[in-house]
């Protein structure tokens, strides 16, 4: 059962929701759409399944603009006996690029959480469990309100499907399915929030080196609505160590801003990285920096440089041990020596004669 909405930018013209599914059967005939507030959208539609088992619907999100693309997620997992209260699975954030013969691209993810209510009446409680703070998804407060107004109630215990759609910034969605577990008036809800976020880039033109690998002549006409490349790419969100997955409570805040973020991160990727389904191999292309090879120097004329060092510092040394201050020793040096050895005590001031060169008429360089 598709459900198409009007995107709120203009990133593309059209975001489609299909919930498609070989265990339930939608009665689309006797469905209802309710605009609940503007960009705020409610459908109700009566289940039926074709077995015993619980299945929590994953719907498949695509987009238009003017070229189609879809994020292809995995199917919903099937339960024999009806799920705890808490996570069915762990949330996971899912990005699509599709790049088209225009040679621009458009990326699709989704952020998608799964939980399971026993009882309509636990709704906040589970709501609580998995959220440090459920009002950052305005969704679960309207989808609370459908559950007091009596959306779910069915004379017959029937399974009734509620799917909320909010159109704001971009497009989140919420779906529940009812389930009779047993008491009269008393449903069990198996739901999948998602929340999403798309792109368009602009064309950019190929590198040579990725086409001339891909054997792409770049001059050949290409339609420029067809699918050349595709790339996906999953992040699990992993619960904290030491706790149980359906008892880990998650940042509501964190999970919607994994979902801008991968959406961002893979648009700035651009050309970048192709995929090549045809030989099942991935191209990376990054910026490197070819380092030039400068002067070595040859081991020999090190040894020789490292012998004349020796060599210096030996003479050096020799020189400062048998030779006089007066020809190893700089002229304050040998003013101060000269000095003290006349007398041991030296008044501050003292007269001072430049030829020869004297003081106190002690002259300080009697060899010259």
């Not at 004379?155 to 799917?163: E, G, H, I, W, Y």
Request: include cysteine; charged fraction near 15%; aromatic fraction near 12%.
């Amino acid at each position: 059962m598709p459900f198409a909405y009007p995107s709120p930018h203009d990133n593309c013209k059209v975001v489609f929701f299909e919930l498609a599914s070989h265990t339930n059967i939608l009665d689309d005939k006797r469905a209802s759409d309710q605009l609940i507030s503007p960009g705020l959208h409610m459908t109700v539609a009566p289940m039926s399944f074709l077995d015993g088992g619980y299945v929590d619907n994953e719907p498949l999100f695509s987009a238009y603009n003017g070229k189609f693309c879809e994020l292809k997620t995995p199917s919903g997992a099937f339960f024999n006996a009806f799920p705890k209260d808490g996570l069915t699975a762990l949330p996971r954030t899912d990005s699509t690029r599709c790049q088209f013969g225009s040679n621009d691209s458009f990326v699709l993810t989704a952020t998608i959480i799964k939980f399971a209510v026993n009882h309509l009446n636990d709704f906040d409680k589970v709501a609580f469990m998995i959220f440090d703070d459920p009002s950052n998804i305005p969704l679960l407060k309207t989808m609370r309100s459908a559950i007091n107004n009596g959306t779910f109630a069915s004379p017959t215990n029937n399974s009734t499907m509620v799917l909320l759609t909010n159109m704001s910034d971009n497009v989140d969605f919420i779906e529940c399915t009812s389930r009779f577990l047993g008491q009269p008036n008393d449903m069990g809800l198996i739901c999948t929030y998602m929340a999403t976020a798309t792109i368009a880039t602009e064309p950019q033109s190929w590198d040579p080196i990725i086409t001339a690998d891909l054997n792409r002549n770049p001059t050949l006409p290409v339609d420029p609505g067809s699918l050349i490349n595709q790339n996906e790419i999953s992040v699990y969100h992993m619960p904290p160590l030491g706790s149980a997955n359906n008892m880990t409570t998650y940042s509501a805040a964190h999970l919607l801003e994994a979902t801008a973020n991968m959406t961002q991160y893979f648009a700035s990727l651009g050309h970048n990285v192709i995929m090549n389904n045809e030989t099942a191999r991935l191209y990376v292309l990054y910026d490197t920096v070819e380092l030039t090879q400068a002067f070595e120097v040859s081991t020999a004329l090190l040894i020789f440089v490292g012998c004349i060092v020796g060599i210096c510092c030996i003479i050096w040394g020799f020189s400062e041990k048998f030779y006089p201050t007066v020809f190893t020793g700089s002229l304050y040096k040998v003013i101060y020596k000269e000095i003290k050895l006349k007398e041991k005590k030296t008044p501050m001031l003292m007269s001072f004669e430049h030829d020869p060169l004297a003081f106190n008429g002690y002259q300080q360089l009697s060899l010259l």
